[in-house]
DNA sequence: CATTGTGAACGCCTTCACAGCC
DNA sequence: GGCTGTGAAGGCGTTCACAATG
């Protein structure tokens, strides 16, 4: 089946789409054959309004009066997150977070294959980390095969990131995910995306501090009969 | 000074505070005087009219034909943030997330003091980490004083999720920062934020897969002369 | 004269609501 | 009858562009 023609999906639902892909999983795991989309929201922590539109830029592939194919529609939305493909990984920055992601299952499982740590600390390289030996950066080039297809991990400490990252860059990689609080200049084809823990810490405080200003509850609650 | 009254700050501003609070505290660093919302906004990774957006919700705090005065404006930020005051966290799930966390600069910086470490496992109870003893999560009522006023990391596996997040809230804490892949249901007045490193991985992939869905960088360019 | 602050225009995502289908 | 798919409406943040200002 070729792909339908440039259907441009919303950054908001690709970032749910791995929500919905994960509680597919489970409820298929568990053998349920089709959901609704009211379920489907509500174990995704979404309203189904959202559910349908965001599954409906992937196509058509819910039953009226049934609901969603619960296996199928896991092929279909594991096939459009390109999880259906082996992805290989390489982290940068082998401190306690580098560490903590190396030995994360939820890197190794969904198709991320981890494949080479780095570092430029002499004392960590030659380690073995999750039966991976260390390696100096300056072997980034050597090691990666499919750059263009590859995800680096950065776990260094912001004063070393963007130098890091010209090395990825440089190397040819596809994709950065930097787990740094540094601000990251990249040339514009290489995808880059940003988790910031302290954003995150400061961002509840400013809640706390703000009680009026937070903004209610997604999922949806009962309706009155 | 009293608070100025219920102005609702936009949560996209909200996530960017941090951003402008950062650079503006390597400006101050620096020596710099300061900043021009221009400056800012390139530092920041973000657009200029954004910045001058943003910043008009805290108050009205630049000097035309000069910018901002980067002390007074980052005292504003942070306050605005509630970094003025310090903020308690307790980490839940000692793995190896949970001890990168512990061991964090970033959590310890910024007025964020982390106050407790709990687990489940009895290997890791009574151990030391950072000079903190891991104890029994049924500890954590007599250990939080203001609970209302304390944020609760959850770093534990995703099946513990939910049952740890029950016990968060049942001793009261005022906001959570959950680690796990689960998805969390709480009472609404408890503030709950998802940090999900798959979630990103995955999104990743799914614009190496579609690049024509990939949207353009934010950063501004040099305009022609 | 450089730069802010902000109404207004715009674009995009969310939500609604219902026709259509099983 | 239950539920999907989707046009239309609505809401909200971003960007524009310029009057106001030190």
Redesign the pocket.
């Known amino acids: 089946m070729a792909e339908r023609y440039a259907r441009r999906i919303?950054?908001?639902?690709v970032v749910r789409l791995p929500l919905y892909q994960r509680v597919l999983l489970e409820l298929s795991a568990d053998g349920i054959p089709t959901?609704?989309?009211?379920e489907l929201a509500n174990a995704a922590g979404?309203?189904?309004?959202?559910v349908?539109?965001d599954?409906?830029h992937l196509g058509?592939?819910?039953?009226?009066?049934?609901?969603?194919d619960v296996n199928y529609l896991l092929g279909q939305v594991r096939h459009e997150l390109g999880l259906d493909q082996e992805w290989e990984v390489v982290i940068v920055g082998i401190g306690n977070l580098g560490h903590a992601l190396a030995h994360s299952q939820r890197f190794s499982t969904q198709n991320f294959r981890t494949v080479a740590l780095f570092d430029v600390d002499p004392a960590k390289i030659g380690k073995l980390v999750d039966e991976m030996p260390v390696r100096h950066i300056s072997e980034l080039e050597e090691v990666i095969t499919d750059a263009s297809r590859a995800i680096g991990v950065i776990a260094c400490p912001a004063s070393a990131a963007q130098d890091v990252c010209n090395r990825l860059v440089g190397a040819g990689i596809g994709a950065i995910l930097n787990f740094s609080p540094a601000i990251l200049t990249v040339a514009l084809p290489v995808l880059l995306r940003q988790v910031d823990f302290s954003v995150e810490l400061q961002a509840l405080a400013f809640y706390i501090v703000h009680p009026e200003a937070t903004v209610g509850s997604?999922a949806e609650s009962q309706p009155p009969p």
Chains 1, 2 share one sequence.
Not at 60 to 68: D, F, L, N, S
């Open positions: 919303p950054e908001p639902t959901v609704s989309s009211a979404v309203n189904a309004a959202k349908r539109k599954l409906s058509t592939y819910g039953t009226p009066g049934t609901g969603y997604e």
